[in-house]
């Protein structure tokens, strides 16, 4: 079954903070607006029950820090509605430990639904800095003829079977593509992740391009 987007499914253990200055959300906010305007993170009362969709995350020092402990910011739940996100809108996640289905946040507002994901990838590369989750029809409908790699259909989003499923695909799939990958069992999912919010959104939107070819 394909699952929509907007409920949380992991523990979360959730306090209430300050928001982090704007400074440190500049880039990240750019490539939001970005993808905003392309409709890849947005609300439509036609599409996915009418909740909101996509969000994006950042990773947040220390750098070193053990897996399961690395600290990241990301969009808040239900935000993709909102043409321009501040600083109240982000909060921080500082675990996610998908084996106990369970993450830790603090700020202004609730984290996305799909911070579990988000954990994961940051927990299989150290390097990472980056991660872009959106919703595209057509690079959805494409990703086999494109070679993106894609999550078993009957995985939902926002779980740890989803977790454990992205750590298959980094152990056997082929990124040589680009570092992007479809949700099977999450309509229209797709994931984009990098060294750099250039990285992550480049390649996001190349493989767009390449989709969109093949839609003439």
Request: hydrophobic share 40%; aromatic share 8%.
């Amino acid at each position: 079954m394909v699952e929509r987007e907007g409920v949380i499914k992991f523990q979360l253990e959730y306090e209430p903070g300050p928001p982090l200055a704007v400074e440190e959300l500049r880039e990240l906010n750019a490539w939001r607006r970005i993808l905003f305007l392309l409709q890849l993170i947005g609300q439509d009362p036609h599409r996915y029950d009418g909740f909101g969709f996509g969000n994006l995350s950042r990773r947040l020092p220390p750098l070193d820090a053990p897996e399961k402990r690395r600290p990241f910011v990301i969009s808040g739940t239900q935000t993709g509605a909102l043409p321009e996100l501040g600083p109240e809108h982000y909060t921080v996640v500082s675990g996610c430990d998908s084996g106990r289905n369970r993450v830790e946040a603090s700020g202004p507002v609730r984290p996305s639904s799909e911070a579990l994901t988000h954990g994961i990838l940051y927990d299989l590369d150290g390097g990472l800095q980056v991660v872009m989750h959106v919703h595209s029809p057509p690079l959805w409908r494409h990703a086999g003829a494109l070679g993106i790699p894609m999550t078993a259909a009957a995985v939902p989003y926002g779980t740890p079977e989803m977790a454990a499923e992205v750590r298959r695909l980094f152990g056997t799939a082929d990124f040589s593509a680009g570092p992007v990958f479809a949700m099977g069992g999450h309509e229209d999912g797709v994931v984009a992740f990098g060294h750099s919010a250039e990285e992550a959104g480049t390649a996001l939107l190349r493989q767009l391009a390449r989709a969109l070819a093949l839609d003439r």
